[in-house]
T-cell receptor
Framework: RKEVEQDPGPFNVPEGATVAFNCTYSNSASQSFFWYRQDCRKEPKLLMSVYSSGNEDGRFTAQLNRASQYISLLIRDSKLSDSATYLCVVNMYQNAGNNRKLIWGLGTSLAVNP | EPEVTQTPSHQVTQMGQEVILRCVPISNHLYFYWYRQILGQKVEFLVSFYNNEISEKSEIFDDQFSVERPDGSNFTLKIRSTKLEDSAMYFC????????????FGSGTRLTVV
């Protein structure tokens, strides 16, 4: 099982649609979770941090299910400007030590169409 | 909003040459990172730096690579004897704490080795 796994998409949705991205992770001891957004040939930008069961920020809702080792990102009322790649990132302990690092998913591509 | 700045934005170099990529992390951040992303591929961790020393490095970060924090503000990545496969976007990132909190990324340096 991959450490962090996402559906690569692409997701093509019309403006105004609701779209959900899913992400699964392998290490049950993972502590913090992030959704980053990356536009083509640009740097990843932090969209949401998830430390407990989830949080909401405007049109964006992130949910965490620790039992299923699953994180989701929901975008409501999608806009053309939401078109980007959405990266699921998990903070994991490595091996048996205290060393934590971020593990990146491959990303899910979203295209919002007029 | 505080930024991580990277220079140059684009560097073209001949195979076998040395390049230095420069980064100015956010001023109160203590942890610094270099990542790279080959076009169309996932974001890959190279190295983390804390307390003036490397705290972790990936398999990619071999003897060809080195990092330095020559003064209180700059954080550099040196690539000796560049190869064609070093062509990628190189992102610098910084964080106030360790990976638990996620990172802020710079806008990247596009390195093209010809």
């Amino acid at each position: 099982r991959k450490e962090v796994e996402q559906d690569p998409g692409p997701f093509n949705v019309p403006e105004g649609a609701t779209v959900a991205f899913n992400c699964t992770y392998s290490n049950s001891a993972s502590q913090s979770f992030f959704w980053y957004r990356q536009d083509c040939r640009k740097e990843p930008k932090l969209l949401m941090s998830v430390y407990s069961s989830g949080n909401e920020d405007g049109r964006f809702t992130a949910q965490l299910n620790r039992a299923s080792q699953y994180i989701s990102l929901l975008i409501r009322d999608s806009k053309l400007s939401d078109s980007a790649t959405y990266l699921c990132v998990v903070n994991m302990y490595q091996n048996a030590g205290n060393n934590r690092k971020l593990i990146w998913g491959l990303g899910t591509s979203l295209a919002v169409n007029p | 909003e505080p930024e991580v700045t990277q220079t140059p934005s684009h560097q073209v170099t001949q195979m076998g040459q040395e390049v230095i990529l420069r980064c100015v992390p956010i001023s109160n951040h203590l942890y610094f990172y270099w990542y790279r992303q080959i076009l169309g591929q996932k974001v890959e961790f190279l190295v983390s730096f804390y307390n003036n020393e490397i705290s972790e490095k990936s398999e990619i970060f071999d003897d060809q690579f080195s990092v330095e924090r020559p003064d209180g503000s700059n954080f550099t990545l040196k690539i000796r004897s560049t190869k064609l496969e070093d062509s990628a976007m190189y992102f610098c990132a910084s964080s106030v704490g360790d990976s638990y909190y996620g990172y802020t990324f710079g806008s990247g340096t596009r390195l093209t080795v010809v």
